[in-house]
């Protein structure tokens, strides 16, 4: 009876030392799955503290970049209000009207300013028709400005039924102040035609600039200026900067152009600073 007492006691001693062992091992395996997770988190984390340090600093340039423009303008802006001082001023003599001559010399030749007036469909005008034709779905451009106007689909898919889509025009006046019941009605978002037709026109200024001007670095060496009223609601200057700077766009010019978006009168004010000119217009 003690040999099979024993022999119980041994045998659950055994057990006990299989079940530790096994405790142990699975405490290992959890230990170490969880130090595994921790490094996948801590990793993750890192790269995207990463990503946001590198967009913060980003923004933190372009913030830098407007503030520089700003500063810019402002100069320019002190500098007209000096001279129409000095102009108006009683106390002007010859000599000041000869120094004020050689200060104002303008800083371009006429050579120097070209003002485009080849636009697909046309030629020899000033502008194009702000104008998108899409294809039936409306989601790709078919053609845009004076061709958009007349273009008309070669057959109908179903006899008796018109499946010609329409011009897309007038899109900007969403961004007027115009009430809602007034502005037209358009089979897309007024901010995906805006950003088609900048993507559009932003072709054609990227290949007549390389024309004009041979060897130009458009990446460094160009300054695209997109002006819009002074009017404008602060929502609809916001869309208009979204539309602008719409990933689609700065992929024509690899991502890296220099836009500038400021209101018509701050343009007509820094006009007589501007080195050298090149003129893009659409109708109104």
Request: with cysteine; hydrophobic share 35%; net charge neutral.
């Amino acid at each position: 009876e003690n040999k099979r007492i024993r022999q119980q006691h041994e045998s659950l001693q055994e057990e006990n030392r299989e079940t530790l062992r096994i405790n142990s091992e699975l405490k290992e395996a959890l230990q170490e799955k969880e130090n595994r997770e921790t490094l996948r988190i801590n990793s993750e984390l890192k790269v995207k503290l990463q990503e946001r340090d590198e967009q913060l600093e980003k923004l933190q340039q372009q913030d830098l970049n407007f503030e520089k423009q700003k500063i810019e303008i402002q100069v320019i802006s002190q500098n007209i209000e000096k001279t129409l001082e000095m102009l108006e001023s009683d106390e002007i003599n010859e000599n000041n009207n000869k120094i004020l001559k050689e200060k104002n010399k303008p800083l371009i030749s006429e050579s120097m300013i070209h003002t485009n007036y080849d636009w697909p469909g046309s030629f020899g005008e000033l502008k194009t028709n702000t104008v998108l034709q899409y294809d039936d779905e409306y989601i790709n451009v078919m053609s845009w400005g004076a061709p958009a106007l007349f273009k008309r689909p070669p057959f109908k898919k179903k006899i008796g039924k018109d499946n010609e889509t329409k011009p897309v025009e007038l899109f900007k006046l969403h961004l007027s102040n115009l009430p809602d019941e007034l502005k037209p009605k358009l089979p897309v978002r007024y901010e995906k035609a805006i950003t088609d037709y900048l993507r559009e026109i932003g072709k054609v200024i990227k290949e007549t600039i390389a024309s004009r001007w041979i060897g130009i670095d458009i990446l460094h060496q160009v300054l695209l200026v997109l002006t819009y009223p002074a009017d404008y609601s602060d929502k609809a200057k916001a869309i208009m900067r979204k539309c602008a700077f719409n990933p689609g766009i700065k992929k024509e010019f690899q991502h890296r152009i220099n836009i500038s978006i400021p209101t018509q009168p701050t343009v007509a004010v820094a006009h007589g600073a501007v080195k050298t000119q090149f003129y893009f217009s659409s109708d109104s």
